[in-house]
């Protein structure tokens, strides 16, 4: 700030009103970058020696704070001041602070602090209790202390605005002190009473905060806590106020240990005996543990019968938590579940087939046949909305009878015959119901191959729509099983004729071609099982349907010109016997024509043939590439289970490719990786961020979960080459989220080591991005900010707030990823000969010993360090160097014996010996630990771990 005093005439100028030609100058001055320091300082002495505040100064300020952060502290010490104004102007000023982004957390000293609470202005009060503790640095014991004593003020606001500040403070969680933690939980507890509806709203917040942070202080006591919480709550569910009841049910969500018996208490308006949780309590325990039974009796049915329908909603959506917790709760909440779906309002209506769904996908709904009728109402539903939440129960529901099957099958075509517009996802619901239900489909396809062979002959009307339908569910039965079963192998011809009207309902699991692949190799079976067909064939317009993708224009107009003048029975069993025709002709030519080809025609025909091949995968692999970044949208706005399941399928065709040419290997292994972190990252994402949603992992999981991530990407960059700087930026950024994930929970072990390591991949991209002169992402960006801002305040890892991660990783995007064919798979196979746990190899204790090592490696070039890990049950690890200079061969292929010792041979009989080829991550510049002689940087595993067994020489 420049010291240098001002002119008289300017200071006598300061002692005026600004005009507004004056304000208008001094802010084009303060928004403009290039403004001379030491005139912004004027600027703001200008301001604050101003005779009073007025709305246009609170708004130069605000304009100051936001362009020049090194005056923020200075600017917000002048605003603070505003708000102990009696004024109207106290409410202004407290609403421009409240606009502000900070560049960080400001400090306020105790003392302005507390007078800043006990102040004339109630508004000015009222502010500070509510954002203290978000915007401003105060000693925990301190905002404590102050905000449990404002719980009692006379003034309504202030009692909301202190409640509202501790459940801030709990959100922190920075007390260790139980007995502190238990005062807030039991102050919370006395205002539930409380005359005023707004107080007893934040009282419930507060309750159930402090409670949870209450039952988490001790194992010991942690069920009996948690199951008082739940009946506070529960006896907060008659209020008088609409908005505590739904706050209230909204608490019940956050439960995770509630005992069966207050569950089901719940459920019944009768006070039920609790005898199994009496066995174990003595007779104060009991009698208290009743009296809490009598407080939760009938709470949700209460709630269901509500008037507002906001509260039945609410209630519909804590009961999808709940029931996990107890399969015989969720048995007896799905009747009521079920009555919900005659509600009058349509949000209830859907969050009730939500909660299902939740159910089904936690395996607690089961359904039985006296909800039959009920639910499969919901697919007439008038609603859009709900129709479709009914689909999505329907297709990953369990049918335990051929009745319920057939129910189900009859009330989804007649959603198809009154709602048109529901085609596509109807068909999609008919393709898992047939998947699902493979057993029920073949039951019933005689009666679906009649009906449909009659449609296709003209015998009947031809309901197109429907039959489509009864195509979809007998030709998906055998879909992910290579048996077919008792499905008609006509059938699947006669759905290659509605192929462009069905292919929406596998659009999950395949595209257009391979589904035609498929519908074609199944037909390819009508001469194994002859079908006397026994009608006379009539003529019949040809079905719509788009035309299959072929190679050339011509093989298109062959295919399409010889086919329109077919009959539907003729088209199909023409259709068959040209795919015959066509196969037996590949064969011929693959196997007897090559026998007369010469030895140059050989290899050049072996040199297409690999390239189409090579093209066929580079295809596949980028089409289910391409899919990935619409998935991430999903499951952004919480759609992971359906994600997951589409991840599932992908897998499972990615695994049962099989192809001779190393480039195709390559471009596969790297997409069955790609998707691997994708599936990953989507559990870690459900459970980090939508921590209050519909899934719940306990740590362990997630701790495992996040080390898999961890080094899934590390693998991913390691054990992969030939990136593009496009491809390698977008891989970076995909590690550097999975560290901010990581950091982003404050449990998490090694956070130093991550903050680190996240730096490093951080400079990685700058690098990257300066040499090909782009913009970053809105990710990437602000998380520079972030890291920026911990070094210029030389804050270790530690500091960073989970908040502030979280709200980067909001803005992360996965980009679309394109093979170009020129990545390569490093890959190593480690074979040892002779030795098995019948044929040990021989040693005695103490003396090294030699592994004889058959190696070959993939891709493998002089830059990479490999290191040969020789690891022993008890932990002792030891590492040899494998010099790739010295080693013979060259290639891409090595082949070469390497001997390797051990020392440190155990003082047994026998043991074995865990032997794997490693490569060292070199793309960090973070080293974790230093290893005396053995490498600097983490390894990945290069092929599968290898047992060598030894025996003891007698």
């Known amino acids: 700030m420049d010291d240098t005093?001002?002119?008289?005439?300017?200071?006598?100028h300061t002692e005026q009103p600004l005009t507004l030609h004056t304000l208008s100058s001094i802010r084009s001055l303060l928004i403009n970058p290039s403004t001379p320091k030491r005139i912004v300082s004027s600027i703001f002495q200008t301001l604050t020696r101003s005779p009073q505040l007025t709305h246009h100064t609170l708004n130069l300020l605000s304009d100051l704070i936001t362009h020049h952060p090194s005056l923020s502290q200075l600017a917000l010490d002048s605003l603070l001041r505003a708000t102990e104004s009696p004024t109207r102007l106290a409410v202004d000023s407290l609403a421009t602070i409240s606009e502000l982004s900070f560049p960080k957390d400001l400090e306020l000293d105790d003392g302005r602090f507390v007078s800043l609470c006990f102040g004339s202005s109630v508004p000015g009060r009222v502010w500070m209790l509510k954002n203290a503790g978000y915007r401003f640095r105060i000693r925990p014991a301190l905002l404590f202390t102050v905000l449990l004593g404002f719980t009692k003020d006379p003034y309504p606001y202030v009692r909301e605005a202190s409640l509202e500040g501790l459940v801030g403070l709990s959100e922190r969680g920075e007390f260790d002190d139980v007995s502190m933690v238990k005062g807030c939980y039991e102050r919370g507890l006395q205002l539930l009473t409380d005359m005023e509806d707004c107080v007893r709203?934040?009282?419930?917040?507060?309750?159930?905060?402090?409670?949870?942070?209450?039952?988490?202080s001790s194992a010991d006591m942690k069920p009996y806590w948690y199951n008082e919480v739940f009946a506070k709550l529960c006896s907060m569910a008659r209020d008088m106020s609409m908005k505590v009841r739904v706050e209230a049910f909204n608490a019940l969500a956050k439960m995770e240990i509630v005992s069966e018996d207050f569950l089901i208490q719940s459920l019944s308006k009768r006070v039920l005996g609790v005898g199994k949780q009496r066995e174990s309590m003595d007779q104060s325990t009991s009698e208290q543990f009743a009296?809490?039974?009598?407080?939760?009796?009938?709470?949700?049915?209460?709630?269901?019968?509500?008037?507002?329908?906001e509260v039945r909603k609410s209630v519909c959506q804590s009961l999808g938590r709940l029931t996990i917790l107890s399969i015989e709760f969720a048995r007896e909440a799905l009747d009521?579940?079920?009555d919900m779906l005659n509600d009058d309002s349509v949000v209830v209506r859907l969050q009730a087939l939500e909660t299902m769904h939740h159910m089904a996908i936690n395996r607690c709904l089961k359904l039985q046949e006296k909800h039959l009728h009920m639910f499969l109402g919901a697919l007439v539903d008038n609603s859009k909305e709900v129709r479709c939440a009914g689909r999505k129960i329907l297709k990953i529901a369990k049918l335990n009878n051929l009745a319920m099957f057939k129910s189900s099958i009859?009330?989804?075509?007649?959603?198809?015959?009154?709602?048109?517009?529901?085609?596509?996802?109807?068909?999609?619901?008919?393709?898992h119901l047939g998947r699902n239900h493979k057993k029920f489909v073949g039951m019933i396809v005689r009666e679906i191959f009649e009906e449909v062979d009659a449609a296709f002959e003209g015998n009947v009307e031809f309901k197109s729509a429907r039959i489509a339908a009864l195509l979809i569910i007998s030709i998906s039965a055998p879909l992910l099983n290579e048996d077919a079963g008792s499905i008609p192998p006509v059938m699947f011809s006669y759905a290659v004729t509605l192929l462009g009207r069905i292919y929406c309902a596998f659009s999950d699991i395949m595209d257009r071609d391979t589904l035609l692949a498929y519908l074609c190799e199944k037909s390819r079976c009508t001469t194994a099982l002859n079908i006397n067909l026994g009608k006379e064939e009539q003529q019949l317009p040809f079905i719509e349907g788009d035309t299959p993708n072929f190679s050339s224009n011509e093989t298109i107009d062959s295919k399409i010109g010889s086919q329109i003048m077919k009959k539907p029975k003729e088209l199909?069993?023409?259709?068959?016997?040209?795919?015959?025709?066509?196969?037996?002709?590949?064969?011929?030519?693959k196997i007897g024509s090559q026998i007369m080809k010469e030895p140059k025609e050989l290899a050049n025909y072996q040199v297409e043939q690999h390239q189409s091949e090579y093209n066929e995968v580079m295809n596949f692999t980028n089409y289910i590439l391409a899919n990935f970044p619409d998935m991430w949208q999903m499951i952004q706005t919480g759609h992971t289970n359906d994600v997951l399941r589409s991840l599932r399928c992908l897998k499972e065709e990615l695994a049962t490719l099989k192809f001779d040419s190393l480039g195709s290997h390559d471009a596969l292994e790297f997409t069955l990786h790609y998707l691997r972190i994708i599936k990953l990252l989507a559990e870690v994402w459900e459970h980090l961020l939508h921590a209050n949603g519909s899934c719940s992992h306990g740590m362990g999981e997630l701790e495992f979960k996040l080390g898999k991530l961890d080094r899934r990407v590390k693998e991913l960059m390691s054990k992969f080459v030939g990136?593009?700087?496009?491809?390698?930026?977008?891989?970076?950024?995909?590690?550097?989220?999975?560290?901010a994930l990581r950091l982003c929970k404050v449990e998490t072990c090694f956070v130093n080591l991550t903050f680190k390591r996240l730096t490093s991949i951080y400079s990685c991209i700058e690098s990257i991005l300066k040499e090909r002169s782009v913009l970053p992402s809105n990710f990437v960006a602000e998380l520079g900010k972030l890291l920026h801002e911990c070094h210029t305040a030389s804050i270790n890892g530690s500091s960073c707030s989970p908040l502030q991660l979280n709200r980067c990783l909001k803005l992360f995007s996965l980009k679309k990823f394109v093979l170009h064919g020129t990545i390569r798979h490093l890959m190593a196979e480690l074979s040892i000969s002779n030795n098995d746990s019948l044929h040990p190899f021989p040693f005695i204790s103490g003396l090294p010993v030699s592994i004889p090592c058959e190696i070959t490696l993939h891709n493998i070039f002089r830059k990479c360090k490999l290191w040969l890990k020789m690891s022993l049950d008890d932990g002792l690890v030891q590492y040899v160097f494998l010099d790739l200079d010295i080693l013979l061969g060259s290639g891409d292929v090595r082949n070469f014996v390497f001997v390797a010792p051990f020392y440190r041979t155990p003082k047994a009989n026998s043991f074995t010996l865990k032997v794997c080829i490693s490569l060292e991550c070199l793309f960090e510049n973070v080293s974790p630990v230093q290893r005396c002689g053995g490498p600097k940087y983490e390894l990945v595993p290069l092929c599968k771990e290898k047992q060598v067994y030894f025996s003891k020489v007698n």
């Open 572 to 589: 199909a069993n023409y259709q068959v016997e040209q795919h015959q025709s066509e196969y037996n002709e590949v064969m011929n030519f």
């Open 5 to 12: 005093p001002e002119p008289e005439s300017q200071q006598n």
């Open 336 to 338: 009521l579940l079920m």
């Open 410 to 431: 009859n009330r989804l075509l007649e959603n198809l015959d009154s709602y048109l517009q529901d085609e596509a996802d109807v068909f999609s619901a008919f393709s």
């Open 291 to 309: 009296s809490l039974a009598a407080g939760v009796a009938g709470a949700l049915v209460h709630g269901l019968e509500d008037e507002f329908f």
């Open 723 to 739: 990136f593009s700087a496009e491809q390698e930026y977008n891989i970076l950024e995909l590690i550097l989220m999975t560290y």
């Open 201 to 216: 709203l934040s009282a419930v917040r507060v309750v159930a905060s402090w409670g949870l942070m209450l039952s988490a």
